[in-house]
């Protein structure tokens, strides 16, 4: 891999600090090297390839840390009447219309789309979450050797549940216990965790078994927590805990915790992520489509909690999730201060690959990972230091993305993939829709 300049108009080096005008980076295998003034960097680095970037900003790729690649085969799916609440959403649809009707040929349509999708929206890093107990066994070493062929760096898992049976349960921890095992071995852009979904599909003992398997392979554990007032409500029923409290008194809650919605939560909920380490990932707008509330983001925030910020693969345009995440907040506390456009920023770069335990990703400083994206700034008023992170979250989209790298590799550039044909992938996806589709009436 060769070296080379990038000289963007404006860099922003580290959400939410002040973008710097007309400096840029050396970047050789993969990794920065040098920051510098323009005329530095060319007088230092005379015999080198250089990527001119007027009117653009260099920026750290975005990190989509909580995502579905399979989600979007049920997009637009036919419903003869729209979920009433959170519980009916996953047990009259989602579930048995969508999850269990996933298959290898679904997940090779899907897969592909996503990551093409995904990159020309400047997302260089993401974390899968497979929920599809009948795609078992084998479903993440497919979706490893396609998302390889498309350079993302990515964090894949298989949501082990016990909705279906014990041995399915046990069949998903497996899943993603083999597949992390394997990856740390390989030390690639792609690697894994272990994956259960919630505290009302899985019991004590599969949470537990799960911890104890991430333990001993040293990776994190996801799992999805209070989307809505259903979970919370269950296990206060059950057993007089909410889902926070109930991991805090299983002895779990730590920064080995990653955990996904956290919409519904108390004030000692609050506290004991806080305290104990958890991480968390804001999904503003899948929040709404389920109708689950508004994530107490800037409450975890003020006491500094890592937060990342994730599509869910509701809506995949990565800016509008950061619009969401931008406006949401403001609405719901009535005060147009809140989550500061620099601070959305930050969620969707460092703070995600903070989030994913990603190493030296989301920040432009040598010795850090190219992962990188250029996006034009030709706006029709003016910008400056002052409001360029604003300017960019609310007036851009990934039209307005020039170039992807990660590690050092261009994905993606003046509106041309690297890799892949997005026709075919269109169509192929079209075709399993269809087949999902037809699956789910019948």
Known sequence: MTAMLILPEWMITKAPLAPLRNWGVRIEDGIITHLGSHEELRQSHPDIDILEAPN???????????????????????????????????????????????????????????????????????????????????????????????????????????????ENAGMGLHENV????????????????????????????????????????????????????????????????????LYYELGVAGERMLASQCVQLSPREI?????????????????????????????????????????????????????????????????????????VWKLATIGGAQALKLKNVGCIQPGWQADLQLIDVDFPTPCGEWNLYDQLILYRNPQSVRMVMTAGRILYQNGNLSYGDEVKMRNDLLVQANRLWEKAQK
């Open 56 to 166: 653009q900003v260099l920026s750290p790729g975005f990190v989509n840390a909580h995502t579905h690649l399979y989600g979007v085969l049920a997009h637009g799916i036919p419903l003869e009447k729209a979920p009433e609440g959170f519980w009916p959403f996953l047990s009259e649809f989602w579930w048995p219309m969508v999850e269990d009707r996933i298959d290898h040929q679904m997940l090779r349509s899907a897969i592909p789309w996503q990551c093409s999708q995904m990159i020309k929206s400047g997302v260089t890093s993401f974390y899968d979450c497979l929920e599809a107990p009948n795609s078992l066994p084998g479903c993440l070493k497919l979706e490893a050797e396609i998302v390889e062929h498309f350079g993302q760096r990515a964090i894949l898992s298989f949501e082990a549940t016990g909705r279906v049976s014990p």
């Open 178 to 245: 083999e597949f992390t095992r394997e990856r740390k071995r390989n030390d690639g852009l792609v690697q894994g965790l272990v994956c259960f979904h919630t505290t009302f599909t899985c019991d004590e003992k599969l949470i537990l078994r799960a911890f104890e398997l991430a333990a001993e392979l040293d990776c994190l554990v996801h799992m999805h927590c209070s989307e809505g007032t259903y979970e919370p409500e269950m296990m206060l029923k059950k057993n007089g805990k909410r889902p926070i409290e």
């Open 271 to 343: 506290n004991i992520i806080a305290e104990s380490g958890i991480r968390v990932v804001h999904m503003p707008l899948s929040n709404c489509e389920v109708g689950g509330g508004i994530a107490p983001i800037p409450q975890l925030l003020a006491q500094g909690v890592t937060v990342g910020l994730g599509s869910d693969s509701y809506i995949d345009n990565f800016f509008e999730v950061m619009r969401g995440a931008f406006l949401i907040h403001k609405a719901n506390r009535q005060d147009p201060r809140v989550m500061p456009a620099g601070q």
